[in-house]
C-alpha cells in the first residue's frame, strides 16, 4: 500500500512564504515524476510544478519565478517553495507521485488528500 502526505500549508499575508512537504512512503520499489496540483473553489485542478527522478522541472507560468520545486529521491519526498505568495494563490494543493509499488506492478499515479492554502491579509 502506498501513502502520499502533504503538509505545510496554512495562512500566509500577501508577499510571505511557505514550503510544502510531501512524502511517499510504502510499498515502493521506484517513484518517477512528482508534482503539485492546486484547485481553487469554483476552478479545475491545475499543474503547479512536477519535477522527474533525475531533477527535470517544469513550471505553471502563473508561478515561475516565484515558486520553487524539490525532491529528495532517497526519501521519496518533494517540496515546494512558494514565495511571494498573493491571493490568486489560495487553494488546495494536492501531491501526485508516479509510483511502482513491486516489479510485478506497473507505474500508479497516486494522490494525496491535499492541504489548504490561503493568501490573505
Known amino acids: 500500500q502506498v501513502h502520499i502526505v502533504e503538509s505545510g500549508g496554512g495562512l500566509v499575508q500577501p508577499g510571505g512564504s511557505l514550503r510544502l512537504s510531501c512524502k511517499a512512503s510504502?510499498?515502493?520499489?521506484?517513484?518517477?515524476?512528482m508534482g503539485w496540483y492546486r484547485q481553487a473553489p469554483g476552478k479545475q485542478r491545475e499543474l503547479v510544478a512536477s519535477i522527474t527522478s533525475g531533477g527535470s522541472t517544469n513550471y505553471a507560468d502563473s508561478v515561475k519565478g516565484r515558486f520553487a520545486i524539490s525532491r529528495d529521491n532517497a526519501q521519496n519526498t518533494v517540496y515546494l517553495q512558494m514565495n511571494s505568495l498573493k491571493p490568486e494563490d489560495t487553494a488546495v494543493y494536492y501531491c501526485?507521485?508516479?509510483?511502482?509499488?513491486?516489479?510485478?506492478?506497473?507505474?500508479?499515479?497516486?494522490w494525496g488528500k491535499g492541504t489548504l492554502v490561503t493568501v490573505s491579509s
Open positions: 510504502g510499498t515502493i520499489i521506484s517513484v518517477r515524476n
Open positions: 501526485n507521485a508516479g509510483v511502482r509499488p513491486s516489479v510485478h506492478d506497473s507505474w500508479v499515479d497516486y
